[in-house]
């Protein structure tokens, strides 16, 4: 894979920039000096005043390096604008000598420490990067104006995914969407709209099965305690298609339809292999003894669904699955979203261990 630099490298991270190229080829990548050839670029910005990388392709994976003389103490709160500000699917904070702390937009936060050898300490930066930067989005979404009428105002399962919103945020598991729009200038905004089809960022998801090959689920950046409108905040998923890496949408004609849940593409996977799951949760929370993914892959791509898939398929019983996806929250299987919180409620926990 083809790596590239962007931005200015500050005089506190010139030998740590110069290690992280080496530390890349070593690993198998190609430098290139011109960024938009490249699949992963690693911008360097300042804190303050990020400048972002306006990448081409949703394809190209971002990931912005700054300085610190010491760890914020309150870290998501610092790093998050910066991470929304230079336009990056990864943040990265580094304290030279000490340790290096990375944000994702899920708001997964994980240090690696520095113990004395700077080798080891890049190795293992690569070693937590290369993943998430070699994962397959699969975002896009074909929207096509065939919903039936008599579902034009929704069903009883629609119902349940309402009121199982309003439960979530009941219990405090629906974190505020994240008001990009308030923090990118209008350019920026428009390009992340051109990108993704996104005008904020909200976390947590529900779906309900339809029939055999179709489920409703949340729209993405709408908050869930409020899934009301048909083709606005709640979608109708028909289908997947491989060849287009997007997802298949009915919507009800003459609305301007919202995109689906990123993680679709994963809901789908286990729709479609076990017919006995009738819902599924995606909180960012915790319950403690259960399986989880090894690595922390972006929401939305191909490898994520496929982990936490894969982990379903194991399952004792994966009509009834608790999977833990790393440093980022569940996703919990069940006959209906009633069983699942029944079953599940009593040993939710709002922190998420990062690791």
């Not at 439960?167 to 990009?180: K, S, Y």
């Not at 305690?225 to 003459?254: C, F, H, N, Q, W």
């Not at 004792?316 to 006959?335: F, Q, S, V, W, Y």
Request: charged share 25%; with cysteine.
């Amino acid at each position: 894979m083809e790596f590239a630099f962007f931005g200015t490298v500050p005089p506190q991270l010139e030998g740590f920039a110069a290690g992280l190229g080496d530390a890349l080829e070593a690993h198998g990548y190609t430098r290139l000096e011109d960024p938009a050839g490249a699949r992963l670029v690693v911008n360097f910005v300042d804190s303050a005043n990020p400048r972002p990388f306006r990448r081409d392709s949703k394809a190209v994976f971002v990931a912005s390096f700054w300085y610190a003389s010491e760890m914020p103490d309150d870290f998501l709160r610092h790093s998050y604008p910066v991470l929304v500000r230079a336009l990056s699917n990864l943040s990265v904070c580094i304290v030279p000598g000490s340790a290096a702390r990375f944000l994702t937009p899920e708001q997964g936060h994980y240090s690696v420490e520095h113990t004395g050898d700077e080798r080891e300490f890049l190795r293992g930066i690569v070693e937590r990067l290369a993943p998430l930067a070699e994962s397959t989005l699969v975002v896009d979404n074909v929207h096509v104006p065939d919903l039936e009428p008599d579902l034009w105002d929704g069903d009883e399962h629609t119902d349940a995914l309402r009121r199982a919103g309003e439960r979530l945020d009941a219990l405090h598991l629906l974190p505020a969407p994240f008001p990009i729009q308030q923090i990118l200038p209008e350019r920026d905004l428009r390009h992340v709209m051109r990108l993704y089809a996104i005008g904020g960022l909200s976390y947590g998801n529900l779906s309900a099965r339809k029939d055999e090959r179709r489920f409703w689920m949340s729209a993405s950046g709408v908050d869930k305690s409020k899934l009301v409108e048909i083709g606005r905040d709640v979608m109708l998923v028909t289908g997947y298609d491989p060849d287009r890496e997007a997802m298949l949408l009915s919507v009800p004609p003459g609305i301007e339809p919202r995109r689906v849940s990123v993680d679709a593409i994963e809901h789908w996977k286990i729709y479609m292999e076990h017919p006995e799951v009738g819902a599924i949760v995606h909180v960012h929370a915790w319950v403690d003894g259960i399986p989880a993914t090894e690595v922390n892959y972006p929401c939305g791509t191909a490898e994520l669904a496929e982990a936490v898939a894969d982990l379903v398929r194991k399952a004792d019983e994966p009509g009834r699955a608790i999977i833990g996806l790393k440093n980022h929250g569940l996703t919990i299987t069940g006959p209906s979203l009633d069983e699942i919180f029944e079953r599940v409620e009593p040993h939710i926990q709002r922190h998420v261990p990062m690791t």
